[in-house]
């Protein structure tokens, strides 16, 4: 719920900030505004061949790191994003990370044990197979 002045809900323009001092006991963080790196750095174009600038726009996980988390302004972060799949599609930075999913992790098939409650069977013979004779070995009926 929104804070509270006389029984009316305060405007966020006239909520405390976080270097404001601490109002009524609250313990208040200063959060210091993002900026835009490529601004601060007078980065005009974001090349895709750039790989090590990119990887660190992009999470653990394969992800575009988003606006708020990066700091970075609207403009530089569309050229980002299309330097960055651009990028992925001529294979220099990875689409997504081998890191297995928590909990998702499975064997391949070969090495996995069968359910609980079933046996394991080996691969049925087709019927193809059956009718015709190894060699060396005599038919059934032939002598």
Avoid: W
Wanted: net charge positive; proline share 9%.
């Amino acid at each position: 719920m929104a804070e509270q002045k006389g029984g009316r809900p305060v405007a966020a323009s006239q909520r405390p900030t976080g270097g404001d001092k601490a109002i009524a006991g609250k313990k208040q963080y200063f959060r210091r505004k993002k900026v835009c790196r490529f601004c601060v750095e007078k980065i005009d174009d974001i090349n895709y061949k750039d790989t090590r600038l990119l990887n660190s726009f992009i999470s653990e996980r394969g992800k575009i790191t988003p606006r708020r988390i990066s700091g970075v302004c609207a403009p530089h972060q569309r050229r980002l994003a299309a330097a960055i799949k651009q990028a992925r599609n001529i294979a220099l930075l990875p689409f997504s990370s081998r890191l297995p999913i928590e909990g998702r992790e499975r064997p391949p098939r070969e090495f996995r044990e069968p359910r609980e409650g079933r046996e394991f069977r080996e691969p049925r013979e087709t019927p193809a197979a059956a009718a015709v004779p190894a060699a060396g070995v005599p038919a059934e009926g032939r002598a």
